[in-house]
Nanobody, 119 residues
Framework: QVHVVESGGGLVQAGGSLRLSCAAS????????MGWYRQAPGKQRELVAT???????NYAPSVKGRFTISRDNAKNTVYLQMNSLKFEDTAVYLC?????????????WGQGTQVTVSS
């Protein structure tokens, strides 16, 4: 079993910054990808940013240039630095961890952390 725990959400004014953290623990042979998704009330879950094991990032167009994803492989932890936050960034941010046993990939999700941006 793999446990995924997010932290770092909160309330911030528009234009401000927040840093989210996500740590994975448990029975992990290899992590292929870690990333962040978000879900606002009444909307579908959407990709924010992901980072592969070899360091290839992928950003949603709406956050490119404002958010930066990074990773500490030794700690199985991924970070999301969010700058120039906008009201529309308000959502529950969920961490996704894709692990592999070298044969099959499995996706694990955290409980989510609330980010609220006041206008």
């Amino acid at each position: 079993q793999v446990h995924v725990v997010e932290s770092g959400g909160g309330l911030v004014q528009a234009g401000g910054s927040l840093r989210l953290s996500c740590a994975a623990s448990g029975r992990i042979l290899r992590i292929n990808k870690m990333g962040w998704y978000r879900q606002a009330p009444g909307k579908q879950r959407e990709l924010v940013a992901t980072l592969t094991r070899v360091g290839m990032p992928n950003y949603a167009p709406s956050v490119k240039g404002r958010f930066t994803i990074s990773r500490d492989n030794a700690k199985n932890t991924v970070y999301l630095q969010m700058n120039s936050l906008k009201f529309e960034d308000t959502a529950v941010y969920l961490c996704n961890v894709r692990v592999s046993d070298y044969i099959v990939e499995y996706d694990y999700w955290g409980q989510g952390t609330q980010v609220t941006v006041s206008s």
